[in-house]
């Protein structure tokens, strides 16, 4: 095995890197070549760092550093929390705080090899300590944490981009993938400089290469959707992925020797790397994503093909049916019974959800006055003002700024949501927080509407570790023929910030209406832990 | 004749005066500073003393009390005319009282005094006249000026004082006093400004690339934000239009909202208003100072369908 790829080595290269540059998809021997190179090339480096010296170790691993025959040493291994995946790339620079029994003062400073090898040694007792009758004694201290698997929280790409290395990780993840990355644009500020932050005028489809089979075209259209703006809101974003995959469904035919579950969850893995490149993913795109691999994944092997792809479609079907349209009609019922008569009901942006419930309200004879709070620079509830307008509701406009001027005639705000977080706290349009805090000063009552697969396991307690910066550009505004921030990039100390999210605190928020019911807003955990009990 | 051409002359500059002010605070905004509002209110108060026809000082008062009511009905929202014109009359009063020989403090404790005992009517009814009442009236209104000249220096002296290095210092639209205050504190410290721009009329704008050019780190936030970064605000500033009596302020929009973001993250909130801001005004309930301008830099005529069945408010200040 290890000398197969050898001799075939410059041949394949060229076959690969011209199968790439015509965008045509790797077949799979090819990957299994590329992967197989990859391991030989790394091997070779490190035999070559063993033969540096190598002191007498306590451990005798000089086998164990070729990867991976687990040695089951008597060594006990430090109170580590290792990261138990191999393949997390060996140039992490992180300085790996390796504080092994044998005292590192006695001896001289390791050579990299040592420590990586002693490392090695520690993953492979690990992995085999999770085999009962281990005898390392203080293995069993750490058994119940090695049985969880030990926890090495990813945290997401899209919110550490100021870390080099995950930058070049995602680079080499897309270029296998065949996806271009998408480069960040103008002067970020200094406190945002974990976020990308994208310009709306260099769309990523631009840099694909033509033709592209990689990337099925509902899927590229799809992208530049979201990437301009055109569709927009968690719901409708939700949707259109979901009638963009089973697009992708019909169209996919196995590949033989092959098993639709696991060649179609891996057809769908550079989909979803594009999407996140267009627009980071949201967190109801995020759940339904999991479902269909969850579906996809539990289809029996036994299935025709047909009829596996005809299950699939009407479980995508059945998810959108249930999540999305029966859970709205489900909400609009229990937030009905909170609208009375006469009453002046304040809406932020144009949350769809909202809307649908005003509408009905309105269908069932109640007499309301909408009060529509809009703010720049997506200016969205202009769209949310049209559509109430067209069903006769009446209506009222402001900015947000003229909130406190407005707030005191209002008798409940009704505010939709992006996600709610594990804490409690909702995650929504920027500049929900603000109004739920007027609000909650001038007593009047909040709720949040909001389905449950919005529900999202995070937690989150400021709005800046984990959000999305929209192009900068939005902000510029032509008053009198003169835009005063024309020239922004020229000006060095000049930032233009343009936030997409914010979290409110669950004190602000007086009620959540879900399809399960009217909750408060700490019982979110609860609910997702139900959820999950469920499935 | 010269008197009559000065006086036609006077009521001319009391009538452009008084057109400015009419078109200045509608439309786009205020395009004259307040500062600039008081001097020339205080210019032209010094030309009536100068020019037109009194003999006593109550005549002067007369005189001074009517053309201020007029400026100040045509610009009911712009109060440095109205607290302009007291601070003159308070200047009349001085002056006459001096000339007349007594004393401030005296003077002060006896009506005091006088208006418990005697409960009867002052007997000040400025009818005594002086020669060189005129004289004194002018050079204390030019020192007047001259005070209101230095304001905005006086302010950004005490800018060190308040900021620290390495500071987030947020601020909303656009007030010259707080660009000056901040460009001081520039000078000598290095500090980071987020600017609130203030739909719709975005004046943070214009603040914004006037403290970049200077070499400040400046953000732009859209006001919907203001919460979300207002946790990582160490101090708010900002600049008023006016400051009320009981110590609340009218200032531009949106500024309640950032008052209400700084209290719930404890973070000071220093306002920079020079004395010609203070006003005697009491506001007795939250409607009563409300100036509005057309809605249609909220919603363009542009979206012509559904404007004939919308209200559209677009409030300029805030409470």
Known sequence: MADCGE????????????????GKELTKEEKQRLRKQKKQQKKQKE???????????????????????????????????????????????????????????????????????ERRARQETDRASKQPGSSSSS?????????????????????????????????????RQQIPLRSDYGYKVSLFSHLHQYSRKAPLTQQLSIPSTVIHPSIVRLGLQYSQGIVAGSNARSVALLHAFKQVIRDYTTPPNEELSRDLVNKLKPYISFLNQCRPLSASMGNAIKYIKKEISNIPSQCKEEEAKTKLLQCIDRYIEEKIVLAAKAISKYAIEKISDGDIILVYGCS???????????????????????????????EALRRLVQRGISCTYVLISALSYILPEVSKVFLGAHALLANGYVMSRVGTSQIALVARTFNVPVLVCCETYKFCERVQTDSFVSNELDDPDDLMVTRKGKTQLENWQDVSSLGLLNLVYDVTPPDFVDLVITDLGMIPCTSVPVVLRVKNLDQ | MPGADKEADLTERIEAFLADLKR???????????????????????????????????????????????????????????????????????EYARSRGSSEETDQQESLHKLLTSGGLSEENFRQHFVHLKANVIEAIN??????????DNIAMQALEHIHSNEVIMTVGRSRTVEAFLKDAARKRKFHVIVA???????????????????????????????????????????TQTVLANGGLRAVNGTHTVALAARHHSTPLIVCAPMFKLSPQFPNEEDTFHKFVSPHEVLPFTEGEILSKVNVHCPVFDM
């Open chain 1, 47 to 117: 035999r070559k760092d063993e033969k540096g010296p190598s002191e007498t170790e306590k451990e005798k691993t000089p086998v164990s550093l070729l990867p991976p025959r687990p040695v089951a040493t008597q060594k006990a291994p430090s109170a580590l929390p290792a990261p138990a995946s191999a393949p997390i790339p060996v140039p992490a620079s992180a300085p790996f705080h390796s504080s092994p029994t044998p005292s590192p003062a006695d001896k001289p400073a390791k050579s990299k090899a040592e420590l990586k090898a």
């Open chain 2, 143 to 152: 020192e007047l000026l001259t005070e209101l000249d230095g304001t905005t």
């Open chain 2, 197 to 239: 721009e203030c739909a719709p009329f975005c004046q943070g704008h214009e603040m914004a690339t006037n403290l970049s050019k200077t070499g400040i780190e400046t953000t732009v936030i859209a006001d919907a934000a203001i919460f979300a970064v207002m946790s990582r605000v160490n101090k708010v500033i900002i600049g």
């Open chain 1, 352 to 382: 769809s959800l909202v809307n649908h419930i005003l509408c009905e309200a309105f269908e069932k004879s109640r007499k309301f006055r909408v009060i529509v709070v809009d703010s720049r620079p997506r200016l969205e509830g202009r």
């Open chain 2, 24 to 94: 200045g605070g509608c439309g786009t905004g205020p395009i004259r500073g307040s500062g600039e509002t008081a001097r020339e209110t205080t210019a032209l108060l010094r030309k009536v003393t100068a020019q037109a026809r009194w003999s006593s000082a109550g005549d002067l008062m007369e005189i001074i009390r009517k053309e201020g009511r007029r400026m100040t009905a045509a610009q009911p929202s712009e109060t440095t005319v109205g607290n302009m014109v007291l601070r003159v009359l308070k200047i009349i009063r001085e």
């Open chain 1, 7 to 22: 001799p075939d080595g410059p041949d394949n290269k060229d076959n690969i890197t011209r199968s790439k540059n015509e």
């Open chain 1, 139 to 175: 293995i069993k201290t750490k058994a119940p944490l090695s049985e969880l698997n030990p926890v090495v929280k990813r945290l997401p790409e899209h919110v550490q981009v100021d870390d080099p290395a995950v930058v070049k990780r995602l680079a080499k993840k897309l270029e």
